[in-house]
Structure formats: structure tokens, C-alpha cells
Nanobody, 126 residues
Framework: VQLQASGGGLVQAGGSLRLSCAASGRTISYYAMGWFRQTPGKEREFVAAISWNGDGTYYADSVKGRFTISRNGAMNTVYLQMDSLKPEDAAVYYC????????????????????WGQGTEVTVSS
């Protein structure tokens, strides 16, 4: 499966962005999906995940209440709505699909994801 992330850009603190992750080559309807982010010199970190059937969503404490992950099976796309953005949210954001279908184990763990998009950069000005 190929993943294409988009929607990043420059936004003022307090603003919003919606990231999209479009999948091709295979349906992602049966795969849990996640968003991760990375800044220079730091490890990639978990941001949000959604279970394979969409019933469960999970967030890093740093974004809980501000970010919302969702999925659209018909569009084969996953979204990350980011509100009340802070300068510390600035990073390159990556979407990822779990290694195995119908599996929600370890949604916060990078190693559980086998398919990665190329990343989309988010810049937040203070």
C-alpha cells in the first residue's frame, strides 16, 4: 500500500490544519492507521491512531483535546484535524498503516507500522 500525506503548511499559533493521508494500491479499510511526527534531531513520536474498524481513537497526551483522527473508507483516506495549534506542534507529520490487518495491537508503537507516507511539514508561527 502506498500512502500520500498532504495538508501541511504554515499556520499561526491557535490556528487549524487538516492533514490527509490518501492510500493507493490496497484498501486500508481493514488496517489501523496512525499519525506520527518528527522534528530535527528527535525521534519520531506517536501523535494519534485509529482502530481498523474506526471505533477507537488514541492520542498522545500532548495533542489530546486538540487533534482529531478520522477515516473515510470510501475515500481510502485518513485525516488528522489539528486545532489550537501550538509552536511545539511544528514537525513533519507522517501517516502510517499497521503491518497486519484486523489488528489494533500496539497502536502507539512505531514498529507496528509497516507502511509509511512521505511526510508533510507543519510550521506554526508564534
Amino acid at each position: 500500500v502506498q500512502l500520500q500525506a498532504s495538508g501541511g503548511g504554515l499556520v499561526q499559533a491557535g490556528g487549524s490544519l487538516r492533514l490527509s493521508c490518501a492510500a493507493s494500491g490496497r484498501t486500508i479499510s481493514y488496517y489501523a492507521m496512525g499519525w506520527f511526527r518528527q522534528t530535527p534531531g528527535k525521534e519520531r513520536e506517536f501523535v494519534a491512531a485509529i482502530s481498523w474498524n474506526g471505533d477507537g481513537t488514541y492520542y498522545a497526551d500532548s495533542v489530546k483535546g486538540r487533534f482529531t483522527i478520522s477515516r473515510n473508507g470510501a475515500m481510502n483516506t485518513v485525516y488528522l484535524q489539528m486545532d489550537s495549534l501550538k509552536p511545539e506542534d511544528a514537525a513533519v507529520y507522517y501517516c502510517a498503516a499497521k503491518r497486519r490487518a484486523y489488528n489494533d495491537y500496539g497502536l502507539r508503537l512505531i514498529d507496528e507500522y509497516a507502511y509509511w507516507g512521505q511526510g508533510t511539514e507543519v510550521t506554526v508561527s508564534s
